[in-house]
């Protein structure tokens, strides 16, 4: 679990005061501590100790944290302007509004930090008698980025992915030391290692290097911490070792960065690093794959999901104890059953893992949904903050919370979310989620910017397979978002001929066209066999689902949902 940083209230003396304050990208930024205030710019959260708290628009967020970031100094409109619009010329009003806007915020949330604007010079943050406070220690940190792999197969590279994760997690343990969450270290994949600049960004003391070479029953694991101040190596070695000791290699991985850090490793601690989810290297190579298609984008259900479940329903029966392998098959047999009707819920694979560990957030999330669907909206609510409380940067874990909001139409509050879980590197379900969360709050421009990410990683995807129908389904709404409607229309005649029964392409296909082509006929056309089969949880979704409004009037659609409702009734 990422640690929120307490970077003390502006005002304090600050090492990094005479730094430029970088580009600002709320989705690699990490939590950080004001006084009384919270801020988590991925959510784009600011929370008094009290209890108050508010939603920020991200550019309000964005100004936040670069006025957090220069510890107390005056910033200037122009630096505002560079780190927070990244350079793009920004009238004045633009910045006043925005500036108008986190002067109330802060105001309304409380916890005394007040906006000062400094007359033809700048901004800073203040804080009452924060000039007579003297400068805290910063506690090391630490930004692990993904470890290269180096074996001569590419796709092998989920293992080396695997093994960074593991690390990610192994030093979280230690309270001691803050550590950049895995989606914001995971975000600078295949970006040529800059440390010291990444740890600028980050604001972290050190940035941790690596790569992987697996080959046979051989593992190569070599690795590198790097003083962000000076860019100096601190500690580097290798290890040769048999496949078999890759956990007790972990295990002296992490010990040795934290030896390296002169850090002390409390006895609880050094016993919670030790502690593995399983022992057995074969089945936690199959959990490793079976991960690596869920953050993939190879989402399509009828192979991507089964075969999640396969290796994870392997991995149980070499290693019964297995709770991640049972909780992520739990989570995609529950996205089975709700969205392909197929039998098994999940709910039991998630009772199993919960029996096992208590305390695996990804399990409570699926116990969410469960919840949830039964119409226990208010137990959903408490699980799906266990979960998050328990591990707040989890894929698995964000991606259920935001769908939870959207079916409660809490756009603001999914988007939060589902920019965490984006930060996988090629899902593009949850980028093409963020066009339509945008969309509903009538953000135009966060829609476009997330359709553009989007595009590229189906792009990506279809490169690799051109019959995955997902990727169609999610290409074609960031295509129409982009203006680029003649291209989409092409594309949804391609991904009809080359996967015409995948339901979730069709429906994704149909919202398009209706919402953003203005053609329902075409979108009814495809609805209709789609209701046909579709399962519960579908036909309640397409009931608030906000693209589908301009069809709500419509006597074929409701026609359509009412003969759904009663063949769901009459199959009990």
């Known amino acids: 679990m990422d640690e929120i940083a307490d970077v003390g209230p502006p005002g304090k003396s600050s090492e990094a005061a005479d730094l430029r304050i970088g580009r600002i990208e709320l989705a690699r930024e990490a939590p950080v501590r004001l006084g009384a205030l919270g801020i988590e710019p991925g959510l784009r959260r600011i929370a008094n100790d009290d209890g108050r ?7 309000v967020m964005q100004v936040l944290v670069a006025l957090s970031r220069a510890g107390g100094r005056i910033v200037s409109r122009d630096e505002l302007a560079t780190s ?57 940190s630490i930004c692990v980025l993904p470890f290269a792999n180096m074996s001569d197969d590419p796709q092998q590279a989920y293992f080396s992915q695997g093994i960074c994760e593991d690390i990610i997690t192994d030093l979280s343990k230690v309270s001691a030391l803050r550590v950049i969450a895995r989606g914001v270290a995971f975000s600078f994949k295949g970006e040529a290692a800059d440390a010291p600049a990444v740890a600028r960004q980050l604001n972290v003391s050190h940035v941790l290097e690596g790569s992987v070479r697996k080959a046979g029953g051989r593992v190569r694991i070599s690795a590198q911490l790097i003083e962000a101040g000076g860019g100096h190596h601190v500690w580097a070695e290798r290890w040769d070792r048999d496949l078999t000791d890759i956990f007790a290699l972990q295990d002296e991985i992490s010990q040795a960065i934290v030896g390296a850090l002169k850090l002390r490793l409390l006895p609880e601690e050094k016993r919670a690093i030790e502690r593995r989810g399983t022992d057995n290297v074969e089945a936690y190579n199959l959990f490793l794959m079976a991960r690596q298609f869920l953050v993939s984008g190879h989402q399509d259900y009828a192979r ?62 699926v116990r969410a949904r469960h919840l949830f669907r039964q119409g226990h909206r208010d137990e959903a609510s408490a699980e799906i903050e266990t979960a998050l409380r328990l591990d707040p940067e989890s894929y698995e874990v964000n991606q259920s919370a935001g769908m939870l909001a959207i079916r409660e139409r809490a756009f603001g509050r999914a988007i939060g979310y589902y920019e965490k879980a ?57 295509l129409a978002v982009l203006g680029q409607a003649e291209r989409a229309r092409e594309w949804i005649d391609r991904a009809l ?49 906000v693209e589908l409004d301009p069809l709500r009037d419509d006597p074929r659609f409701i026609a359509m949902i009412a003969a759904a409702d009663a063949r769901l009734a009459a199959a009990g």
């Open 304 to 365: 991507a999901a089964e075969a999640i479940v396969r290796l994870c329903r392997r991995a149980t029966e070499i290693d019964p104890l297995y709770a991640r392998a049972w909780a992520l098959m739990a989570l995609t047999q529950t996205s089975l059953h709700f969205v392909a009707g197929q039998p098994d819920d999940g709910l039991e694979a998630a009772e199993r893992a919960l029996a096992i560990d208590p305390d695996l957030a990804e399990a409570h999330a």
């Open 422 to 478: 984006a930060l996988a590197e090629t899902s593009f379900s949850e980028t093409g989620m963020l066009i339509s969360c945008y969309k509903s709050l009538g953000d135009m421009d966060g829609a476009r910017r997330w359709a553009r990410i989007t595009l590229e990683r189906v792009e990506s995807a279809l490169a690799k397979d051109q019959s995955n129908g997902s990727a169609f389904g999610f290409g074609v709404g960031a």
């Open 497 to 545: 001929l080359v996967d015409p029964d995948n339901a979730n392409m069709r429906y994704n296909l149909a919202c398009c066209l209706c919402f953003e082509l203005e053609d329902n006929d075409g979108a009814l056309e495809l609805l209709g066999p789609y209701f046909d089969r579709a399962v519960l949880g579908d036909v309640s979704f397409a009931k608030i689902d």
């Open 53 to 59: 708290e508010a939603i920020l628009e991200p550019r």
């Open 84 to 140: 927070c619009w990244h350079g793009v010329v920004v009238g004045e009003d633009a910045l006043n509004r925005v500036i108008g806007r986190l002067r109330r915020v802060l105001d309304e949330v409380g916890g005394g930090l007040q906006l000062e604007t400094i007359t033809k010079v700048g901004y800073r943050l203040v804080a009452p008698g924060a000039a007579a406070t003297v400068a805290v220690e910063r506690k090391p």
